[in-house]
């Protein structure tokens, strides 16, 4: 999530009234176009970048993806299907009974600028932006500035449990789901403690070379979902807290292949392909705080891999020149309960329907993000869907062709 100040309107008065959206499919994407794809990145903030094009039905989406998480939230379960599974490779995580105490001191531990106003969406790196949201025309500028960037948290010590306490890494059996249908390639389950083929990372490696010049980069995190640990964790069963972010990719480290990664993170890959299905069952509880950044204002949402590897807030990754953010479900102000879902490429930003999405503040919601046939669908599931080893092509094609789902233009100037 990025920031940026409305010049044109008022958002909050566009919000008022909208109606709740069982399910939303974002669909006319341009098919083809290009980003400033990074060619390096160094400890020094350099990001030199070229033109990269893209071709396809949901293009950039059907690039890797990561999914991002932010506080107050309470992540239950997590799962991935593609119909390419049988050539996926997973890794599983069993805690220990360490990793399932709960009372980890809390920290927040992210690099963020401070959000200029509530009803704002995304930070445009210097640029002037003219978006549709919720019907509304508006005018829309950066106001970051790479000269000074925002104050950042307190640089907090490695948890010397996590350290002892973090499980080694383990071969899972890949699941061949059939012709047509999908197969689970990732998943988290916080009551048993598992982690099958998926990563927690977050902003949280302060490196002092890079740190000046690229804030906190991605590195491991502790079972609380905040501090840095020095080897891959399972998140525990508990509440994340307001403004603290942890982002989730595959179980696969980049080795060389990932293009440019920060000096020094733990950059992984995400979840490829034109056909795939993220699936999260999570609460979002009101806290009551405000005040400060990001303050009762829980999300879920889906980065090109790139950009978190990168430099999740800042110039130097491509998300600016629009290689693609997805959000599933964002409080947009600090204490409402109603979410939305907006697509983002970059300074042609695309939209965000006017279709809320209820906000779990007591109790669970599963919702499923669908990239599949060149449209992008969220989906508010039945509160007894199960996150199966596998998913029948028919349930997802019924998923998207729901008599319940909205559908929605994407908007790119």
Not at 317 to 334: F, M, N, P, R, V
Request: aromatic share 8%; net charge negative.
């Amino acid at each position: 999530m990025r920031n940026i100040a409305i010049i044109g309107a008022t958002l909050l008065a566009s919000v008022a009234g909208t109606i709740s959206a069982q399910g939303i499919t974002f669909q006319g994407f341009p098919k083809s176009g290009s980003y400033q794809k990074l060619t390096s990145l160094n400890a020094q903030g350099d990001c030199p970048s070229e033109q990269y094009k893209f071709n396809g039905a949901s293009s950039p989406l059907d690039e890797e993806l990561s999914a991002v998480v932010r506080g107050p939230a309470k992540v239950k379960q997590f799962a991935v299907y593609t119909q390419d599974s049988t050539s996926s490779r997973k890794r599983t995580l069993k805690a220990d009974a360490h990793q399932r105490r709960h009372g980890h001191q809390h920290f927040h531990e992210k690099n963020k600028e401070i959000r200029e106003g509530k009803e704002d969406v995304e930070r445009r790196n210097g640029q002037l932006v003219t978006a549709t949201m919720f019907g509304t025309v508006v005018t829309m500028t950066d106001t970051w500035d790479a000269a000074s960037p925002a104050p950042a948290a307190a640089k907090p010590a490695a948890s010397p449990a996590a350290a002892s306490s973090e499980a080694a890494p383990a071969a899972a059996p890949v699941i061949n789901a059939g012709t047509g249908n999908w197969g689970r390639v990732a998943y988290y389950d916080a009551e048993s403690a598992t982690a099958d083929g998926l990563t927690f990372l977050g902003n949280v490696n302060w490196n002092s070379e890079t740190y000046e010049s690229l804030g906190a980069t991605l590195g491991y995190v502790t079972p609380n979902g905040q501090n840095s640990s020095n080897k891959p964790t399972i998140l525990e069963n508990s509440l994340i807290p307001d403004g603290v972010e942890f982002v989730i990719s595959s179980a696969t480290a980049c080795k060389n292949d990932c293009g440019a990664t920060a000096p020094g993170a733990n950059a992984y890959h995400g979840w490829n392909g034109a056909e795939k299905v993220f699936m999260i069952e999570i609460e979002m509880p009101l806290s009551g705080q405000t005040g400060y950044l990001n303050a009762d204002m829980p999300a879920f949402w889906l980065l090109n891999t790139q950009i978190v590897n990168q430099q999740q807030y800042g110039k130097c990754s491509c998300w600016a020149t629009g290689c693609g953010e997805w959000d599933i479900h964002e409080i947009l102000k600090a204490g409402a309960t109603t979410g939305y879902a907006s697509m983002h490429m970059g300074s042609n930003y695309a939209g965000t329907p006017p279709q809320g999405l209820a906000r779990p503040t007591s109790g669970t919601m599963k919702i499923a993000a669908i990239v599949s046939g060149g449209v992008a669908h969220v989906e508010v599931l039945n509160s007894d869907t199960s996150f199966g080893n596998t998913l029948s092509g028919a349930t997802v094609a019924g998923y998207i062709n729901s008599p319940n789902s909205t559908p929605f233009n994407v908007i790119i100037p």
